[in-house]
């Protein structure tokens, strides 16, 4: 494929709900273009952009890919996205390489969740929004109850372009708006054929593109309200302007697997969707930290970011990037600007799926890919040193799924941390950490289903077979009451004994841990045991006596004892200080504490009382309500982290996918006495 300019380029992020049609959508462009030379089908599992295995067996999108076609000496980067709620890291991904968002919609289902969800994104990040209403060969689809409800959701701004003409339950002739002209497909190939009668419809449809265009500009909003009819040239300039500006979000019609439509598309990307270069510059910051604008610039210093890693064991790490200034070739010279080392650019490659073809270069406002960069990982830019910048990186949502991960066989462990961590690499919507105490290895996504696909890529690809279970929790355990007891360690075994006598007072205080003193008169306890002591005292806190969880909020204060010139040593004191510590718990009124998470849940305001009643329910407590954005509420709680563990999937059932959460460790409190029960119930049982 040759080299563009960034005039002739256009970046398009496929987007929107699961099933309705994207990567059906990026296949028949391809196939329409002759980048391919046969049409995959999704559920045959042979399509260009769902190649990863895991992809193939679900027929469904869980990464993001990157296909490119050449239509009208323009080159246009598809990035096709997943629309599974899991696997929203990859419309992170894509929208980040994107200066337009093709939202694809099903005709059938309508204005769904991911369609929202999509809309949202690329109107955060500014991007171009096109509307395709997918699946219109379908009987059950319904394009015109479709675009109704796009334009009642997202406003005047949805303007139609190509809409169908429906007869017998069959959408074969397609009307553009702006040429007036009707085309039909049921031949295979689109043939003009005479105006269908759409009745009232066909001048709805020319009212909203009138409408639409009107809020180009003052002065054709001025025109529209007069009621003047519109010229062709003012509809034209007018959509042109509205599209480059946002305030247009032109609507296609058709059906990806009949390839009824596509050419429209095409003609209206490459028409209307913003170049690169229309775009201008991006917003980054310099080594100084001082906000600077990156222009889109072939001939510039080289500068461009990392927005995707795929991580294999065989082939090796890619890292897929976006150049925004300069060229990316062979030996550019470049530094990564998070790590500050020189990074080393081997061959550069245009991706189409899983296929690699190389390049000479990747110029300003192109997508490409290089291997084996070993320090650099998603987010990252890459530039010339001789003019550093620091270009936006790739806002993944956090993870808020968390399962417990334990190898099938004893022993690899080590395996199992070594292939997450490269999964994390190729998709860092994933985390995990070891729990010292719970002995756990604890793997956090965005669902069951995130989750499900990382157990599957780590036997696949790392031959390490894992199971997954709930997370323990770190429960503390502390007392109410304070104590003064005697641990007294004596041993004769011939020769040198043992001897160690202390007095310690236990009580509880607001420490976080352990809070040691001494308050010895005369001597009864030499200073020199003093340390050994409180180690001993440190050791046991480890165990509590209730369930064996980390006490806290302990005070010691050792205030009297006895020693005996030979047999005392640093051990006996030690020894006599834990069994203090055993004596003492069980009389100082010890109790269960367990953790407590501050919830911050942003719901649909119709889902609010069914947020609250959830939160009752898991033992949590309401601390008030306050306006989000878009007509969402904020929720603020404090729960149970034990009742949290599967709350992601309560909130994506009860607001359809619309709802978030955060969710952060406050503090420790009394547990109540039938869950502290259990507890110490369950921990006698592994003991």
């Not at 899991?86 to 390489?97: K, P």
């Not at 270069?277 to 222009?295: C, I, L, Q, R």
């Not at 997508?367 to 990252?380: E, F, P, R, S, Y």
């Not at 407590?621 to 306006?627: Q, S």
């Given at each position: 494929m040759k080299n563009y300019s960034a005039e002739h380029i256009r970046n398009i992020v496929l987007a929107g709900h699961s099933g309705a049609g994207k990567t059906s959508v990026a296949e028949a462009m391809l196939y329409m273009t002759k980048a391919t030379d046969r049409f995959g089908k999704v559920n045959e599992g042979n399509t260009v952009c769902d190649f990863d295995p895991e992809e193939i067996k679900r027929k469904a999108s869980i990464l993001t890919a990157v296909a490119p076609i050449e239509y009208k000496d323009t080159k246009i980067n598809l990035i096709d996205t997943p629309g599974l709620f899991?696997?929203?890291?990859?419309?992170?991904?894509?929208?980040?390489?994107a200066e337009t968002a093709l939202i694809v919609v099903s005709g059938k289902d309508g204005v769904c969740v991911g369609t929202e969800k999509a809309y949202k994104s690329a109107t955060k990040l500014g991007l171009t929004k096109m509307f395709y209403i997918n699946g219109l060969c379908d009987e059950s689809a319904r394009f015109y109850d479709t675009?109704?409800?796009?334009?009642?959701?997202?406003?005047?701004?949805?303007c139609p372009l190509v809409v169908p003409y429906v007869a017998d339950g069959k959408a074969d002739i397609y009307i553009n708006l702006l040429e007036n002209k009707a085309y039909e497909f049921s031949t295979g190939e689109a043939k003009e054929t005479a105006m269908p009668d759409l009745g009232d419809r066909l001048e709805e449809m020319r009212a909203a593109l009138n409408e639409s265009v009107a809020e180009a500009s003052e002065e054709l909003m001025e025109k529209f309200f007069e009621g003047e009819e519109f010229t062709e040239e003012e509809v034209i300039s007018g959509l042109r302007q509205g599209v480059k500006d946002g305030s247009i979000y032109p609507v296609f019609s058709g059906d990806a697997l009949s390839i009824y439509g596509i050419g429209q598309l095409l003609k209206g990307i490459v028409w209307l969707a913003p170049s690169p270069?229309?775009?201008?510059?991006?917003?980054?910051?310099?080594?100084?930290?001082?906000?600077?604008?990156?222009?889109v610039d072939e001939n510039g210093a080289a500068a461009c970011v990392v927005f995707k890693t795929v991580a294999d064991p065989f082939v090796g790490k890619l890292s897929y990037f976006k150049v925004i200034r300069g060229k990316i070739a062979v030996d550019t010279p470049l530094v990564n600007m998070r790590t500050g080392a020189a990074e080393r650019i081997g061959k550069v490659m245009i991706i189409k799926g899983k296929k690699q073809e190389e390049a000479k270069y990747?110029?300003?406002?192109?997508?490409?890919?290089?291997?084996?960069?070993?320090?650099?990982?998603?987010?990252?830019t890459l530039c010339n040193p001789s003019d550093k910048v620091i270009l936006k990186g790739v806002n993944y949502p956090a993870p808020s799924f968390s399962m417990a991960i334990a190898p099938v066989n004893k022993g690899e462990e080590d395996k199992v941390a070594q292939g997450l961590t490269r999964l994390a690499e190729e998709d860092p919507s994933?985390?995990?950490?070891?729990?010292?105490?719970?002995?756990?290895?604890?793997?956090?996504?965005?669902?069951?289903?995130?989750?499900?696909?990382?157990?599957?890529?780590?036997?696949?690809?790392?031959?390490?077979?894992?199971?997954l279970d709930t997370p323990k929790v770190a429960y503390r355990e502390t007392i109410r009451k304070k104590v003064q007891v005697q641990g007294r360690h004596k041993k004769q075994s011939g020769g040198h004994g043992q001897f160690g006598d202390v007095w310690i007072e236990f009580e509880p205080c607001?420490?976080?841990?352990?809070?040691?003193?001494?308050?010895?008169?005369?001597?009864?306890?030499?200073?020199?045991?003093?340390?050994?002591?409180?180690?001993?005292?440190r050791e046991s806190i480890l165990k509590?006596?209730?369930?064996?969880?980390?006490?806290?909020?302990?005070?010691?204060t050792l205030y009297d004892g006895s020693y005996h010139p030979v047999d005392s040593s640093e051990m006996s004191f030690k020894m006599a200080a834990s069994i203090a510590y055993k004596n003492g718990m069980p009389m100082a009124n010890p109790t269960l504490l367990e953790p407590i998470g501050t919830l911050r849940a942003t719901v649909p305001d119709a889902n609010m009382g069914d947020v609250m009643g959830e939160v009752n329910k898991r033992r949590g407590?309401?601390?008030?309500?306050?306006?989000g954005e878009d007509g969402m509420q904020v929720v603020e709680a404090e729960v149970p982290m034990a009742e949290m563990h599967d709350f992601t999937t309560f909130i994506r059932q009860t607001t359809q996918g619309r709802g978030t959460f955060t969710f952060e460790f406050t503090r420790y409190e009394d547990a109540p006495a039938m869950v502290a029960q259990k507890v110490i119930e369950e921990s006698k049982v592994e003991q």
């Open positions: 899991d696997f929203e890291g990859g419309v992170s991904e894509g929208m980040r390489a675009f109704d409800a796009l334009k009642e959701r997202f406003g005047t701004g949805v270069a229309d775009k201008g510059s991006e917003k980054a910051t310099d080594a100084n930290g001082n906000e600077v604008e990156v222009k990747i110029g300003a406002g192109d997508i490409g890919c290089v291997a084996k960069l070993q320090a650099t990982v998603t987010g990252d994933i985390s995990f950490y070891s729990n010292t105490e719970t002995k756990q290895m604890i793997l956090s996504g965005l669902g069951e289903q995130h989750l499900d696909v990382v157990v599957s890529k780590l036997k696949s690809k790392f031959g390490t077979g894992v199971t607001d420490c976080e841990g352990l809070e040691f003193a001494e308050r010895v008169v005369g001597g009864s306890v030499p200073k020199g045991f003093f340390p050994a002591v409180e180690k001993g005292l509590g006596p209730l369930a064996g969880y980390p006490m806290v909020g302990l005070k010691a407590r309401v601390l008030g309500m306050n306006p």
